[in-house]
């Protein structure tokens, strides 16, 4: 599986709009596979939907929700993950370390995880 639209031709779990920049129906198909292999494993242990809040994203609409300048979702090596229950909050940041991601961050209302190859690895923040 090298190619994305492949990858989601095949996924379980998600679609391709799911992951498209709000303003460009479609971008969806710009995520990264490997990115999107490591989350659909990390799905596939937590046993519960993956509500995606945002994927892929323009830069007008990055901007648009006060990401930062070099955001992962920019390159789409990035999600957020909507979770608001302490339970689930704690499974998927179990789930998503387990499977290899090093990028996690944690918001009220989500969970951003990236494996962005061009930042440093192994770091939680709070949003």
């Known amino acids: 599986m090298n190619n994305t639209l492949e990858f989601f031709e095949q996924s379980q779990y ?3 709009d799911e ?3 709000k303003d460009l129906p479609g971008s969806g198909l710009k995520m990264q596979v490997d990115f999107l292999k490591k989350l659909e494993a990390a799905r ?3 046993k519960f939907p993956f509500n995606i809040n945002s994927g892929y994203r323009t830069i007008q609409h990055n901007k648009a929700v006060g ?3 070099n955001s992962s979702h920019l390159k789409g090596w990035a999600a957020d993950i909507h979770c608001t229950d302490n339970r689930n909050r704690f ?3 179990e789930v998503l370390i387990l499977v290899g991601f090093q990028r996690i961050g944690i918001g009220k209302t989500f969970i ?3 494996n962005d190859p061009d930042k440093v690895d192994r770091v939680i923040w709070m949003y």
């Open 14 to 16: 998600f679609w391709a």
């Open 19 to 21: 992951f498209d920049s």
């Open 44 to 46: 596939t242990l937590a």
């Open 67 to 69: 990401g930062s300048p």
């Open 91 to 93: 499974k998927l940041i």
């Open 112 to 114: 951003h995880v990236d």
